[in-house]
């Protein structure tokens, strides 16, 4: 398949579009052909995404708001209705780390607006874009998560517990959806983004050190990964999660290797948007 022009014609929402992973997403789709509209919370930072797909010479439009509004969600539904005719693809990348500390010391109202936005939010643009299109012309749906749900660690309990809820979300919407609509998720590890700026920065060479590939990830990495889920080379794959993460999760063996960096649960697993 030629991977320039492998979504030539559909159309994709992306969240948390104006930079990190979710920006890199959204280039990644637009040069397979698809047309693209952007959704984040800073209004400058969505200008800034539509016109480095435009530059690209896609088609792109965006609209700025927070995806914990419900209403904001179906309004982008409706801007991508309206300025290109169907969707076929929804990326839920938007996420939050907060609150970030002991759960016993996490805010109840904090609490829920994690699961809000990493979890609710991506169900409810779901069932928008499948009641918009996908209920009669199917689509695709990836799911951001990390790999950090598969562990218990300091400081990130509403973060990762929510994202193991949207793991399974992935999955109960993979049998409901099927088969018109496949849905996969993503699991990255460390990328370099500016989330996770604060991690990487101070123990990104130990990480890097750790893993059999021997470096953090990019936000790239991870869009190739969205690109091929939501693409026909993979329209035999639903209900699964992608690693993207350098094999946190297998050692590095070598003897120069710090393997010990790659097993500190908890300790470096942030969102990538």
Known sequence: MDTQR?????????????RGIGHAVAVALAEAGARVCVTARDPEGVRGSVDALRALGAEATGLAG???????????????????????IVVNNAATNQPYGPLMEADPD???????VNVEAALRLVQYAWRAWMSEHGGAVVNVCTEGAAHVGRNLG??????????????????????????NSVSPGLVRTEMARFVWERAGESVAAGLPLGRIGRPEDVASAVRWLVSDEASWVTGTDLLVDGGTRVRA???????????RPGSYHLPGA
């Open 158 to 183: 509403a973060y990762c517990t929510s994202k193991a809820a949207l793991l399974h979300l992935t999955q109960q919407l993979a049998g409901e959806l099927g088969p018109l609509v496949r849905v």
């Open 253 to 263: 063996a070598s003897p120069g290797g710090a393997a010990h960096a790659v097993h």
């Open 6 to 18: 492998s979504l030539a014609g559909r159309v994709a929402v992306v969240t948390g579009a104006s």
């Open 110 to 116: 904090d609490w829920r607006e994690a699961f809000t």
């Open 66 to 88: 927070s995806v914990a509004d419900p209403a904001h969600l179906r309004e982008v539904t409706e801007r991508a209705m309206d300025a290109f005719g169907r969707l076929d």
